[in-house]
């Protein structure tokens, strides 16, 4: 089972990144899906979600209007796209997938927001 992300890099503000977690070792298709982020210092907080079948759930208040979740079922991965990019947005990022009984973890993408 792994999820893994990738995308992540050094930018400056107002640029994008799109970010990718591709699944492998479950069924992908099954479970929902939520991006993290946890900058130094501060909890892991969740920054957008969608259903297994593409539903949006929520973004983080922040990020609304910048950041779009989305997911192609058919190549095990889900993306965060990421425009407008501010320094507060540096974090690590993580993508979830979550049901009742499983619960797998990517090992992060650093993303760095600096002029």
């Known amino acids: 089972v792994q999820l893994v992300e990738s995308g992540g890099g050094l930018v400056q503000p107002g640029d994008s990144l799109r970010l990718s977690c591709t699944a492998s070792?479950?069924?992908?298709?099954?479970?929902?899906v939520i991006w993290y982020r946890q900058a130094p210092g501060n909890e892991r907080e969740s920054v957008a979600a969608i259903t297994h079948t593409g539903v949006v759930m929520e973004y983080l208040d922040s990020v609304k209007g910048r950041f779009t979740i989305s997911r192609d079922n058919d190549k095990n991965t889900a993306y965060l796209q990421m425009n407008s990019l501010k320094p507060e947005d540096t974090a690590v990022y993580y993508c979830?997938?979550?049901?009742?009984?499983?619960?797998?973890w990517g090992q992060g993408t650093q993303v760095i927001v600096s002029s």
């Open positions: 070792g479950f069924t992908f298709r099954s479970f929902p």
């Open positions: 979830n997938a979550r049901s009742l009984f499983d619960d797998y």
